[in-house]
Antibody
Framework: EVQLVESGGGLVQPGGSLRLSCAAS????????MSWVRQAPGKGLEWVST????????YYADSVKGRFTISRDNYKTTLYLQMNSLRAEDTAVYYC??????????????WGKGTTVTVSS | EIVLTQSPGTLSLSPGERATLSCRAS???????LAWYQQKPGQAPRLLIY???SRATGIPDRFSGSGSGTDFTLTISRLEPEDFAVYYC???????????FGQGTKLEIK
């Protein structure tokens, strides 16, 4: 069974840092692009970042570029999101999601349950 | 940047009725790279439709997608009680941003 399990969320002060993890299982992790998508309380879905299967290509939304870094460890089959200079508007549930195909960046066919990040003093 | 606009914002229908949800793009979505997701309260999104009209694994055939270019539709032929949720469209054909989502349509029980 394909499974994604996020962790690392919590309460952090504005300007602080947090690292999210997403443990993957049930598929050949290194073959698939992976993404982070967030959802602010009561709001819609917002794409945050995507990384290729090899880790050699990364993409970011303008709202997080320069503050967040996506990475992956294909031996540990784990996806990461390093979040620095956090702002109140980064408060959200953060989901990791798997690309539906081995090549390119397409629809997201499997999602984790999410981890909650709250940025507040 | 491709902006996706979903309509209506809220749709009130009864079980057994037909639901038609719209997603309009500000510019043409290449190769019909459009997906639909369902999200229930407190749950992660679930993929329903990809490439505009292909049903994801395990999705009932009462769900169907259609459209191309800038106009796309998700149709639920006969609503079941478990279908009442929020639905999002997403495009994945552009270079930047890589993905965009519509603002969602809430399908509620009338």
């Amino acid at each position: 069974e394909v499974q994604l399990v996020e962790s690392g969320g919590g309460l952090v002060q504005p300007g602080g840092s947090l690292r999210l993890s997403c443990a993957a299982s049930g598929f050949t992790f290194s073959n698939y692009g992976m993404s982070w998508v967030r959802q602010a309380p009561g709001k819609g879905l917002e794409w945050v970042s995507t990384i290729s299967g090899s880790g050699g290509s990364t993409y970011y939304a303008d709202s997080v570029k320069g503050r967040f870094t996506i990475s992956r460890d294909n031996y540990k089959t784990t996806l990461y999101l390093q979040m620095n200079s956090l702002r109140a508007e980064d408060t959200a549930v953060y989901y990791c999601a798997k690309s539906g195909t081995e090549q390119g960046y397409y629809y997201m066919d499997v999602w984790g349950k999410g981890t909650t990040v709250t940025v507040s003093s | 940047e491709i902006v996706l606009t979903q309509s209506p914002g809220t749709l009130s229908l009864s079980p057994g009725e037909r639901a038609t949800l719209s997603c309009r793009a500000s510019q043409s979505v290449s190769s019909s790279y459009l997906a639909w997701y369902q999200q229930k309260p407190g749950q992660a999104p679930r993929l329903l439709i990809y490439d505009a009209s292909s049903r994801a694994t395990g999705i009932p055939d009462r769900f169907s997608g259609s459209g191309s270019g800038t106009d796309f539709t998700l149709t639920i032929s006969r609503l079941e009680p478990e279908d009442f949720a929020v639905y999002y469209c997403q495009q994945y054909g552009s270079s930047h941003p890589l993905y965009t989502f519509g603002q969602g349509t809430k399908l509620e029980i009338k």
